[in-house]
């Protein structure tokens, strides 16, 4: 099986110059994580930009500075198995792929997962892939809490759990992502300078503005946002 009979044909893709807004309408619209970025006029690969990026990032507004440059490719004609290698190997969840430098397709992990998965014989149960260190927060605990316990495990999912120590809910970047917007905080520090003894002389003063962004989340608790509706499998799956 070759990249070309799974790929994605129809591609959500954002343009350089663009800005951040446009990256995050088109994921929010699409329910997607990552998007391809374009040359403005062309169709040529540029970058890739994702909800981590924008989450990591975010005092830039343009795509230009956020995205991924040189992302990791493949061919129509690689093998399923060497995009799904080349996910594993560098940790990433979505292929562009290209044909003279230009783009014509995508392979997700979802992809791989159901449209191929079944025909690449693997017998090796989950337990020789799962990860088994994964954050896990209480259901009730507020949503910008929560964001700040993903981040510092640097995974992109949060297991939650009720009031009786059971598995609640899942929790993904997107479903933070949805959950935030971006807002600018303005702090000012004033310094003066006089000259002591003189009633007539002038303070000058020097005015600094300076402007963050940054990630305001909405005052929900997971519980409100997490998916309950969990397929779960055991370790010898």
């Not at 990552?34 to 062309?42: A, C, D, I, W």
């Amino acid at each position: 099986m070759l990249a070309k009979d799974i790929m994605s044909k129809e591609i959500y893709y954002v343009k350089v110059p663009g800005n951040r807004a446009q990256a995050l309408e088109i994921m929010r619209k699409k329910n997607v994580s990552g998007l391809p970025v374009v040359k403005e006029g062309s169709d040529k690969l540029v970058g890739v930009i994702t909800r981590s990026d924008i989450i990591e990032n975010p005092d830039e507004e343009q795509i230009a500075l956020i995205m991924t440059r040189n992302p990791i490719v493949a061919s129509p004609e690689d093998p399923v198995t060497l995009v799904a290698s080349k996910m594993v190997k560098n940790n990433i969840r979505r292929i562009p792929i290209v044909k003279n430098d230009k783009l014509v397709g995508i392979i997700t992990a979802y992809d791989i997962v159901s449209r191929a998965l079944a025909q690449m014989d693997i017998d090796s149960p989950v337990e020789d892939y799962m990860i088994l260190n994964i954050p896990t927060t209480w259901d009730r605990t507020p949503l910008n809490i929560a964001f700040e316990i993903m981040r510092y495990f640097k995974l992109k999912v949060l297991l939650t759990i009720n009031n009786e120590a059971r598995l609640s809910g899942i929790l993904t970047e997107t479903d933070f992502l949805n959950e935030s917007e971006v807002v600018s905080e303005r702090t000012v520090h004033n310094t003066s300078v006089g000259t002591e003894g003189d009633r007539w002389t002038w303070d000058s003063r020097n005015v600094l503005y300076v402007i963050k962004n940054q990630l305001k989340f909405s005052d929900k608790e997971v519980r409100d946002v997490a998916t309950t509706e969990l397929v779960t499998v055991t370790k010898t799956t």
